[in-house]
């Protein structure tokens, strides 16, 4: 079946370091995934995109690394801060616009 | 104000009680999702909905209906509440790129 999973459920990291958060997918079909970001009693927010003809997608901060190969997803944020703390999903995209989260990784920020 | 909300924004039931979960959202988006959110599972899809009049079910629908007469409204309805149903629940829109959540409803049910 279908499934999107996290490596790992947590990862603390001091404040400044760059953060790794990992995926695994196995639907090779999905043709799109999303990483979303959510804050304590807050709903997910978007936070960077990539499609499947991509390896490699940035935005501020944040850089999306997909490798089909091994159906991996990794989302990279550079000079984490304390507002990064959050719980981090990943999402494909299947049967349409329905998707998929994994279950998340809670990352935490120290000062 | 643009957007998607939720009401209520927290509820507490008994068991066997229905309750119906309220999201709308302002941009005529024509997809719309429900997902609840529980410990261990993530985020999981239990109806959603291409356009008015038009839904299906998703990874979890057992107990739920959900109604689309109008594009900005997609209430979810539990018709006779379980403790199993304890849960935060999300409805999001889909303008085509990209998903927007609403700021959740947390239920419990007694």
């Known amino acids: 079946g279908e499934s999107v999973g996290l490596h790992l459920p947590t990862l603390s990291v001091q404040e400044g370091d760059n953060s790794i958060i990992n995926c695994a997918y196995s639907?090779?079909?999905?043709?799109?995934f999303i990483w979303y970001k959510q804050e304590s009693g807050k709903g997910p927010q978007f936070i960077i995109d990539i499609r499947s003809n991509m390896d490699k997608r940035q935005g501020q901060r944040v850089t999306v690394l997909l490798n089909k190969t091994v159906k991996h997803l990794s989302l990279q944020i550079a000079a984490t801060q304390p507002g990064d703390s959050a719980v981090y999903f990943c999402a494909e995209r299947v049967a349409g616009t329905a998707l998929i989260f994994g279950k998340g990784t809670t990352l935490s920020v120290s000062s | 104000d643009a957007g998607i909300t939720q009401s209520p924004r927290y509820k507490i039931t008994e068991t066997g009680r229905q309750v119906t979960l309220m999201c709308h959202q302002t941009?005529?988006?024509?997809?719309m999702f429900w997902y609840r959110q529980d410990l261990g599972h993530g985020l999981r899809l239990i109806y959603y909905s291409a356009a008015a009049d038009i839904t299906d079910k998703g990874e979890v629908p057992d107990g739920y209906v959900v109604s689309r007469s109008k594009t900005e409204n997609f209430p979810l309805t539990l018709e006779s509440a379980t403790r199993s149903q304890t849960s935060v629940y999300f409805c999001a829109s889909d303008s085509g790129n990209e998903q927007f959540f609403g700021p959740g409803t947390r239920l419990t049910v007694l």
């Open positions: 941009w005529s988006h024509s997809y």
């Open positions: 639907n090779s079909a999905s043709d799109y």
